[in-house]
């Protein structure tokens, strides 16, 4: 039986079964260009997923949050795991760690600072704030896709935190 994943139909609890079915990935990021590199790197890698590219940390919480046009949880589905940029005008990746760690029923979700920064201040402060992982981004196409294979084999082999029963951060 396929589970429901917009509301969990197998008890409430997605576990396991959704991440038999494949990673729902949530990429935060300003540069379309990254997003699209992403992209085509997790199909290369031949790893079954959903993928969400958004255009910014409002973006990103609004997709969290279930509003306006990602309240259709069938179409635009919780992720999983989060990557997220960190240098963006407006709310950073930083904001953006800070606004999870607050949503209590959100901020279980895995995030992944991907970022081009390798600044150590930067790494110290990602984790500080709550990051589960932080990975500068390769400069090769093929570097990409041995990362994001590696990122797909990793997180298919944990736990599923259980989601919000409502499919949304409030």
Request: glycine share 10%.
């Amino acid at each position: 039986q396929t589970p429901d994943w917009t509301m969990g139909s197998t008890g409430g609890r997605w576990g396991m079964e959704r991440f038999r079915q494949g990673l729902c990935v949530v990429m935060i990021d300003d540069a379309p260009e990254d997003i699209l590199l992403v992209r085509k790197a997790f199909e290369h890698s031949e790893v079954g997923l959903g993928f969400h590219g958004l255009a910014g940390v409002r973006e990103g919480i609004a997709y969290l949050a279930g509003e306006g046009e990602f309240a259709d949880r069938r179409k635009h589905p919780f992720p999983n795991v989060v990557l997220c940029d960190i240098k963006m005008p407006g709310m950073d990746g930083f904001d953006f760690l800070k606004w999870l760690r607050h949503h209590p029923e959100c901020r279980v979700i895995p995030t992944i600072m991907f970022s081009s920064s390798y600044l150590e201040s930067d790494v110290q402060r990602a984790y500080t704030l709550g990051c589960n992982a932080f990975v500068a981004k390769p400069p090769g196409f093929r570097d990409l896709v041995k990362l994001m294979r590696r990122i797909q084999d990793f997180w298919s082999a944990c736990e599923v935190p259980v989601p919000p029963p409502t499919g949304k951060c409030s």
